[in-house]
């Protein structure tokens, strides 16, 4: 089983839409978690910290269960320019740095 | 602003050639890692480095080699360059709990 998760979609929405990706982690020990965006041919830049009380910036929102190790990113009202690939990172003090596959998003007219 | 800088965006090399890819960052991180991507498989790990002269094998280490003289510079060396290399090449450096910051990427095609 791979360490992190994630379906690599693609998720094809509308402008205006709602819409979430989940990222699974089997590490319990993994202590930070990260959400990044990449456009195509380029390189991952971070999007968000993932806390353990949830977080949000503006449309997106992330969360944590630690309880059933995953990490959850919520889009809300979807922009063209939100079409990219999201990639879930878990880390641990120490130890590398390890990304989930992506899963890619398109965000249709 | 943090920094992390890779020597080339674009590299052809030949089989066979010994090739180099530099990454330099300016934040004094102590962790840096070399992972490759390809359409997909996502970021796999080749190699990460915690401190200078340390070196830890990632998943796919086989036909890679790396070098930390020094804290803010991490290398990747392809010790005998094959067409299967051909690969986006990504550095990215990091410290403690937080998040890592990437290079550009270099996109080196092997002929």
């Known amino acids: 089983r791979k360490e992190v998760e994630q379906d690599p979609g693609p998720f094809n929405v509308p402008e205006g839409a709602t819409v979430a990706f989940n990222c699974t982690y089997s590490?319990?020990?993994?202590?930070?978690f990260f959400w990044y965006r990449q456009d195509c041919r380029k390189e991952p830049k971070l999007l968000m910290s993932v806390y353990s009380s949830g977080n949000e910036d503006g449309r997106f929102t992330a969360q944590l269960n630690r309880a059933s190790q995953y990490i959850s990113l919520l889009i809300r009202d979807s922009k063209l320019s939100d079409s990219a690939t999201y990639l879930c990172a878990v880390t641990r003090r120490g130890q590398n740095f390890v990304f989930g596959p992506g899963t890619r998003l398109s965000v249709l007219p | 602003d943090v920094k992390v800088t890779q020597s080339s965006r674009y590299l052809v090399k030949r089989t066979g050639e010994k090739v180099f890819l530099e990454c330099v960052q300016d934040m004094d991180h102590e962790n840096m890692f070399w992972y490759r991507q390809d359409p997909g498989l996502g970021l796999r790990l080749i190699y990460f480095?915690?401190?200078?002269?340390?070196?830890e094998k990632g998943d796919i280490p086989e036909g890679y080699s790396v070098s930390r003289e020094k804290k803010e510079r991490f290398s990747l060396i392809l010790e005998s360059a094959s067409t299967n290399q051909t690969s986006m090449y990504l550095c990215?450096?990091?410290?403690?709990?937080?998040?890592?910051?990437f290079g550009q990427g270099t996109r080196l095609t092997v002929v």
């Open positions: 990215a450096s990091q410290e403690g709990d937080t998040e890592a910051f």
């Open positions: 590490n319990s020990a993994s202590q930070s």
């Open positions: 480095s915690y401190d200078v002269k340390m070196k």
